[in-house]
């Protein structure tokens, strides 16, 4: 399939684009930026020169994907969720060379108007509420919400809350893939 971009949209030269990407009304996508196949890029998004989306991914309207982000494959963002890219931004202070790269892991949800607060790695599966503020890492499939955010609950692959504890050990098997998770202490994996 072709890339489909709207014409109110700006794709600077050199961009990569995937196949079957779309890109909506008032996009800005710089140069540098390397998107991946069958990525939808909502009304007002705008992609940095250091970005890299991954393929599958939906980004909604009024996100702002700054310098040194990368977003794995089927990340889902929001509508006016935020990204930073600079720890302790000043007007005055020129802190380019401090960018710090942020890491969103394959198939985690980044909830509407939550923050990422840069230099962390979100981990895979993992489900960010609306409005939560993320300044710390995030372990695979963890359910974050709050200001900051504070781990709740666990979600499956398919975005179900996972009825098991926090901490300890257990099993659970999504009733619409069979996927099997297995806690194991405070740490989640799916087993098959």
Not at 40 to 66: A, E, P
Request: proline share 4%.
């Amino acid at each position: 399939m072709p890339v489909s971009i709207h014409p109110s949209a700006i794709v600077d030269e050199g961009a990569t684009i995937g196949e079957g990407s779309r890109i909506w009304h008032f996009v800005h996508v710089c140069g540098g930026a390397r998107i991946g196949r069958d990525v939808s890029l909502g009304q007002n998004v705008f992609v940095g020169n250091h970005v890299v989306i991954g393929d599958r991914c939906k980004i909604q309207n009024n996100v702002s994907v700054y310098d040194n982000v990368m977003l794995e494959e089927g990340v889902f963002c929001g509508p006016s969720m935020v990204f930073t890219n600079v720890y302790n931004p000043r007007a005055l202070i020129e802190r380019k060379d401090e960018y710090r790269e942020t890491l969103v892991k394959k198939g985690v949800t980044l909830g509407a108007n939550s923050t990422i607060v840069c230099g962390i790695t979100i981990g895979e599966f993992a489900f960010i509420g609306a409005g939560a503020v993320i300044n710390k890492n995030v372990k695979p499939y963890a359910l974050m919400v709050g200001v900051s955010a504070k781990q709740t609950g666990w979600m499956s692959e398919y975005g179900d809350r996972i009825p098991l504890p926090l901490t300890g050990t257990g099993e659970y098997r999504c009733p619409h893939t069979g996927a099997l998770y297995s806690l194991r202490g405070d740490r989640l994996e799916r087993s098959q």
